[in-house]
Structures are given as structure tokens and as C-alpha cells.
């Protein structure tokens, strides 16, 4: 599916460089006037869409260096964790695979931060990350598996982890009261459990008793912003690197409390059918064991 | 905010038709052989965000035309419910109101089918029409209200309510067992509660013992996809026809169960904080009246 991004950007470098002096030559030696501003319409655009298409064969991304980002863009007025994560992924593409990553909006994120305007539904971090997979994945069965496999990672991990290499200027001028050191964050971590920026919030608040308007509910999502966008990065890199085709991606298996579940309230069921591919138990705590079954 | 297209881009193409006149009579005049395909670079383009600028003055949507598309967009290969509203809006914002919205690939939503690939968060026909306002509307704070709005809106609202002109030839092959004729529709609905497909979806299934995977669930879900693009149109509109500036936008309040929660959990609690703005009564039932709260 992909193509050599460098040979055909030499092609279409070189075709606009001889495009573009041959009409500038013709216009100054004809004397027209005519002045109008052209653009090659030969390089990828946004509509030619998905965009595996146009990365270069062996392209990967850096998830070490979307990290700090990530984190920054995050305090940003009107910025948030979906920002944070949408728009570290999309100027690292940007800057390093060029079109037609680099013809987007980077601001597009700013909507989803607080699992979408503040409503507490998916982690605007988690959304960011689901919305770059979608810009590049061209198989949809991989594209669906590495969407379910970050929804799964995220409900399973420690978050924060990421150390920033210097705290940005908003969180320095209103500084958490917990110790977010590198030595320190271990215990500051918590799993979240659910997707939904409602219950990893509020869940990770109340475990440290914070508010969850205050400046370390900012330095904990901040932090797991970086966190996410790096997970996406591999997550790309490692579809990228599948030698499929087309290319593969594997995701983790739903955990087998949640398997259980299914097993009498599959989709097929008539009575108490489930449409899910989440976990149960953070909803559902009095219908999983060790809890009695109403 | 609002420029006039038609204006604009009559000089736009006026620009352009002289240029690409110009500079084929010089290029046929001089003899030179170069071929470059050109666009012009003076129109609106995808990094020009977000798109009310583009708008001509007094434009607005046809939320009734966008009703059909969305309804058999669901039905397409590798289609679904965020694939149905995000394509039937886009589509109709590319023919309507040009670039940069033709400039966007209308197949962007498909990924988002079944609470994302199938997980069961956020109702993908929500999802694409979040996308949607998140394109069009510049100022933050309305387009907050608009997506909190959405989803407050979905909540609460009856589905399905919509009744296609001409039954999709995939449904038409593996029809509902239900009568989803215009008359007894009204039979069908439920309030879905959350704004999450796991609940919405389940619920109405259960509703109707019907499997969550049966031609029934796509009848419903198809038709409920239809209604949401016309409803997210309709809010588009609202926002477009505000004579404030910046425009603006007003949600319907958080309902009066869940604000009573938010009396004795706000953010600024740091025992029981709760990050949210959506419906306490459909994940907690038990700690809302009638019941007790544990």
C-alpha cells in the first residue's frame, strides 16, 4: 500500500520546478501580465484519503518525540488532552511525511478535551489518538483492531508516566500540591478502569483527593496526554511495520471477566443482548464477581 | 466572522479562468510542451480552520435533505452510523457551500461505527456530527455548547423517528422483523438515556427482543442516523442565524436528578469529585432517587 514518498516527492518537486519555470518563462516572454498564483495539483491533498498511501516505504514515527508536545500543547489556552495528542501526532507527520499531513488543520483537536467539551465521555486523549490512526490505516479490520486495542490499553494502564523535560509555564505558575517528580510518580499513578474521561478523572481525583478542577488534575492529564500519544505512535509504527497484505494489526484480547459476561448476554441474545467491546466491571461492578448476579 | 462566498468566490474563479486562459494561450503561443496540472491557491483550502469563514452570509443548511443520505450511507459497505451523519453533512456542505468542504474526504467518518470500531462509546452518529460542528463553528465556548447540547439532546430524544422515501436495497435484502412502517414507528422508540451506543443500542434491543446484531438493530440505527444528522444541521443553523459576535450558542441545562448529584459532587470536591457533564440516572440508578444512596 505505500508508496516511495522521496521518489515521488522528487517527481513532483521536479515536475512544478520545470511547470513553473515554463509558464513564468512563457508569461515573461509573451508579455502577459496575467497574475495568478498556482499551486501543483500533482502531490497528495487532503481528500486522497487514507494517507498510508502517501508515507514513504519504511516510514515510522517517534513516539519519544511527540511526548513533550503533547504535554505542552495540552495547557494551551483552549487546548486540552484531545488537542494535546491530535495535534503532537499531526505536526510530527507533518513534519517529517510532509503531504498532505501538513495541508490540516492542526487545531482540530480542541474540541474533545474533557471527553468532548467537558461532557465526561471518551478521553479526549484516547479520541485524538483514534482520529490520527483514521487519518493513516487504509484496512479497516486493522483500523477497527488498533482503535479497540487503544481503548483497552488505555482502561489497563498507570497513567501519568511521563516526566516532562521542562513543566510548562501555566502548570509553573499554578504548581500541583502533589510531587510530580520522576521519582515520586509511581504513586501518584492509577489504572482508570473506563474510556470515559468521567470516571478516569473523577476516579483518579478522588484517589488522590484532588479536585478535579485543580492544578494536579491538570498535571496528571497533561502527563497522560503524552503518555497516549506516544502509545499511538507505536501503535502506527507497529501496523507500518506489518508485512501483510494488506497490513495487519492484532489487538489484545477483552479480559476475561468480561468474556464471561458475554458469554449470556452475547450480541445474538433476544432478551439481554450487549453491544460492547469495553470491559464491564467499571460500570457494572454489582454484576461481576465477586459480587452475587442480580 | 461570516465572509461572502459568492462574492469571493466569483473572483475566484474569475482569477482563476483568466490565469488558466493566460496561461494556456501563452503556453499554446510560445510552443512550450510543458504539462502541469494547476489549482488555484486563492480559495479557501483545509488548513484555512475552522470553515465559518467560508460561509457566505446567511448561509444555512437544508436539514431535511440531509435526512435520505445519511439513512443509506449507513447501510454501505464499511459504513455505519458516524460514516451516515458525517458523510450526508459533509456531502451537503461540499454541493452547498464548496471549499474547503469539497476538499474533504466524506468517508473520514467510517471508523466511528458502533461506539467506535464496534466498542460501544460514544454513538457514532453523535461522534460524526461533533465532527461536523467542530469544522464550521469559530468560537470555542458555542461550540462547547453545541456538542454538550447534542449529546444532551440524544439522551433524552425518541428514536427512530425518521421514515425513509426508499428502503436501502441492503435492508430491503435481510428486512426487519419489526413494522418500521411510518405508522407504528411510534411503537419502536425508546428514550436511549445515555449518549454511549453500548446503552443505546443494548437497551433498545432489549427493548424490542431483538438481537443486537439483527436486521432490526440496522433498521433502527440507520433511521436514529437520520434523525441525528438533521438534528445537528438544525443546531448548525441556529449558531449560524446568531447576529451576536462572537455567535453564540446555549445548551439545554444538565437535568435537574443530575444536578442535584452535582450539588454534593462537584469538581471543587476533593473526597467525591465528579468530571462530568452528562446524565447521572442511566450509569447510576442506584444512587438516585427513588432509591437509596448508598
Redesign the interface.
Known sequence: MSKNLSRREIITRA??A??????F???Q??G?S?????????GP???D??YEQHLPAGYQLDPAAVKEPAYHAYYEA?GGCCHGSYSALMKHLAATAGAPFD???A??G??GA?????????CGSILGG?LV??QIVSN?AA???M??DL?RWYEGASFPSYTPATVDAAEAQKPPTLDFSAGNLVNLQTTPGS????AS??GW??AR??????PD?LARCSRLTADVAAKVAEMINTYLASTATPKTYTAAALDSTSATCLGCHP????????????SCAP?HA?KVPPNVHP
Open positions: 515536475v512544478y520545470v511547470g513553473g519555470a515554463a509558464t518563462a512563457s508569461v516572454a509573451c502577459s496575467a497574475a495568478t498564483t498556482t499551486t501543483p495539483s500533482t491533498t487532503p481528500k484519503f487514507p483552549d495541508q490540516l488543520p487545531d482540530f480542541r474540541f474533557g471527553g468532548i467539551a467537558g461532557y465526561g465521555s471518551i483514534v490512526i483514521n479497516p483500523r477497527g483492531a482503535m479497540t481503548l474510556h470515559l474521561c468521567h478523572v473523577s481525583c478522588a483527593g484532588v479536585a478535579a478542577n485543580s488534575k450480541k445474538t441474545s433476544t432478551t439481554r443482548p450487549v453491544a460492547s467491546g469495553m460500570c454489582d
